[in-house]
């Protein structure tokens, strides 16, 4: 992916991202999650591997309405060497916050724990630019990474911080699987399964 293109759809996930439950929690103040959820989203961004694959919708400008990324069939889990790659990223993003940081880690080992190994693509991110959400740009994102998802006979998961979420993507074929509290007073995880159609 060029670097303008990376840069755009940093800066798009940033922005859709900005009001998060977690990133809220473990990023209170406004101005530092301004300047730290751009670290995260290109850690994530450029460490998908192999089976990474990000999609976006895009308007008659060229420009990215939306984005989704994810790991098709055996990317998740990450090789190691590529969670590896993960780690000084993750540590500048929350730096000044170590416990936190800790907080944050709990919340990863908790995800891990409730992902089902079966074989799989999974959502690691789906959103909107603030100014096109609710427009459908989600929409067409499922839908088109779900047709090659049912070609292929496989399952899908993904997890979201937003209970209102939960019922968006039931409409396209996923169940709740587990309501994840890792951290007393943090925020919720949704964890969704799509079972192979």
């Known amino acids: ?43 994530v961004f450029t460490h998908m591997g192999a089976r990474g694959r990000i999609v976006t919708v895009r308007d008659e400008t ?24 993960q780690i000084p990223s993750a540590t500048r993003t929350f730096y000044r916050r170590p416990r936190l940081l800790l907080a944050g880690n709990r ?7 409730a992902h089902r190994k ?25 839908e088109h990474a779900l047709a090659q ?11 979201t911080p937003r209970e209102d979420n939960v019922a968006y993507y039931r409409r396209f074929g996923y169940e709740l699987t587990e309501t994840l509290t890792p951290v007393e007073g943090g925020p919720a995880y949704y964890s969704m399964w799509r079972a192979p159609v």
């Open 149 to 159: 998802v049912d070609a292929e006979g496989v399952g899908s998961h993904l997890e």
């Open 62 to 85: 060229d420009t990215a309405l939306g984005v989704a990324a994810w790991l098709t069939t055996g990317g998740y889990p990450l090789p190691v060497s590529l969670q590896l790659r």
């Open 118 to 142: 079966d074989p799989q693509w999974y959502l690691m991110v789906l959103c909107a630019d603030p100014p096109h959400q609710r427009s459908g740009v989600g929409t067409m994102l499922l």
């Open 1 to 43: 992916m060029a670097a303008e293109e990376l840069a755009a759809i940093i800066a798009l996930s940033s922005r859709a991202f900005f009001d998060d439950p977690f990133f809220t929690y473990l990023l209170p103040e406004d101005a530092l999650r301004r300047s730290r959820l751009p670290i995260f989203f290109r850690s």
């Open 107 to 113: 919340y990863v080992a908790a995800l891990a724990r």
